[in-house]
């Protein structure tokens, strides 16, 4: 049993979190970079909250860019306990309309120009994702979101694409219809890998802006209906958020779904081969195990 602190990574157009007491933007060191940004912090009707802008505030990091494991690593070490993660996609369901929100449970992983991983050579570990949303806080995020009367879906197949460009045409009917995929953005990995490697429960929001390019009714995608409707749905993001501290309380109880846990049996390097550099990086990560 411990203290819940929820963190909130804000994706295209969600720079904020409204109401906090006690506000304040404090800086991160991380032995993995610097953050995206400043990480702002404060309290929401007695539950630690933690925000942070993905892309930086003035939206100065492409997909590609975003320090992930900076990110997920400050965030650990400043004692959050929960991510959720609010990000744009694209749908390719028809019932996903834009302005949807969707909880996702699962990814299809597209990203190749990305550090995965906190592992590596000296100290290697692999971590279960089968599940790599929890769904103890999907829970959270779906009443939260169904309470701002917001179309919301519970369960879908996000496809993560490396970007900065837009699907194809042939690659949006591909992973529609051949790969069963439901919603298409460019954040969310490796930036769940990362949460469950951290041991950080983590749950994502969808808000879909578009239908991609395979509806034929709808054309290519056009960044100006994105920024449309991101800038209509922004409010209805940060009621949701703003609903998460009593839904998850302040005090936490061990992850029943064991995402707090999923290091237990994952690290592989025998301790006397582990190399002691890396190791001293992974002391927020990993400590726990290794300290």
Known sequence: MGQTKIAVIGGSGIYEIDGLTDARWIDVDTPWGAPSDQI??????GVDMAFLPRHG??????????????NIDALKRIGVTDVISVSACGSFREEMAPGDFVIVDQFIDRTFARDKSFFGQGCVAHVSVAHPT?????????????????????????????????????ESKMYRDSWGADVIGMTNMPEAKLAREAELCYASIAMITDYDSWHPDHGEVDVTQI???LTGNAQNARDLVSKLPKLLGATRQDCPHGCDKALEYAIM?????????LVAKLDAVAGRLLG
């Open 227 to 229: 920024i449309q409707t």
């Open 134 to 170: 929890c769904p103890r806080l999907s829970d959270a995020c779906e009443t939260a979101a169904r309470a701002t009367g917001v179309t919301t879906h519970r369960g879908g197949t996000y496809l993560a694409m490396e970007g900065p460009q837009f699907s194809t045409l042939a």
């Open 57 to 70: 505030r003035g939206h100065v990091h492409s997909p590609t860019t975003v320090p992930y494991r900076a």
């Open 40 to 45: 702002l912090t404060g309290s929401l009707d």
């Open 269 to 277: 390097t025998a301790p006397d081969k582990r190399d002691p550099e």
